[in-house]
């Protein structure tokens, strides 16, 4: 699975799209403050998998760090998690009723087959509502993160992204682009702790993913709930098998 390559110059579908991308610079500025490293969402105890990698020394300088990305990016968080935020925004900008937040909810959790890797995104979805929330006046944050809190949904992390970046006026195209952002930092962070590697070599591989994102957020955006897929069974098993390691550094 670590091998696979990724084609970025691949032509993504033709359809026609208008995309916004105007932010004031308070909006700028707090689509910054979430997706800080410093911003309390329990990021820094996930690795979705890739501490197995490390263990077992397929991810061990920036190269195979890169690669596991890639991977992580292209088959799992671009038919998956991206696709969630996406559903949810558009979904906001034609209704504020929760009956399809709660559907495309229920659908992000049994796509997740492995236990740590759902739970890893609920524990997260929910840190980020608990401090996201007092942070934002809109009503219907404060509705979703009470039905989180009262279990009549799980709070995926997406989701909430999804409906935070919504409410703020966050263009759809940079709150994709943001999530798949932030989602692939917070794993090299991770990295250069977990093998380790330098700060340098963490810097170098986040700024070498950005066009990926581009990429992904530029698919994404011409994809439906139709085209979800679990398509990273490498990673899916990796996230199994993490459960079991004789030492962890990381809860997922």
């Not at 990698?53 to 890639?70: A, G, S, V, W």
């Not at 229920?106 to 739970?119: N, P």
């Not at 955006?221 to 139709?226: A, F, L, M, V, Y």
Request: aromatic share 8%; with cysteine.
């Amino acid at each position: 699975m670590l091998k696979q390559k990724h084609d970025s110059t691949k032509p993504s579908n033709t359809k026609d799209t208008t995309i916004t991308t105007t932010m004031s610079t308070k909006q700028l500025l707090q689509l910054m403050h979430i997706n800080d490293s410093a911003f309390p969402i329990g990021a820094y105890t996930h690795s979705f998998g890739m501490e197995t990698y490390i263990q077992q020394d397929l991810i061990h300088n920036k190269e195979t760090l890169l690669n596991f990305c890639r991977t992580f990016l292209h088959e799992n968080l671009a038919f998956g998690d991206g696709i969630f935020v996406k559903e949810v925004w558009q979904t906001l900008a034609t209704s504020s009723h929760f009956k399809r937040l709660y559907e495309l909810d229920a659908i992000c959790h049994s796509l997740k087959l492995a236990k740590e890797s759902r739970q890893g995104s609920i524990k997260m979805g929910r840190q980020f509502l608990g401090t996201a929330a007092p942070l934002c006046s809109s009503s219907l944050l404060h509705e979703w993160k009470a039905a989180v809190n009262d279990n009549l949904t799980h709070g995926h992390q997406a989701v909430s992204y999804g409906i935070y970046t919504h409410i703020q006026g966050i263009p759809l195209q940079i709150a994709i682009s943001s999530f798949l952002y932030s989602s692939l930092a917070n794993l090299i962070h991770n990295a250069v702790r977990a093998v380790p590697l330098g700060q340098t070599a963490g810097v170098q591989a986040i700024e070498e993913i950005l066009e990926d994102c581009e990429q992904v957020a530029l698919d994404i955006e011409n994809r439906t709930i139709d085209d979800i897929a679990n398509q990273a069974i490498g990673i899916e098993l990796a996230s199994m098998e993490h459960e079991f390691l004789f030492t962890r550094l990381f809860i997922s």
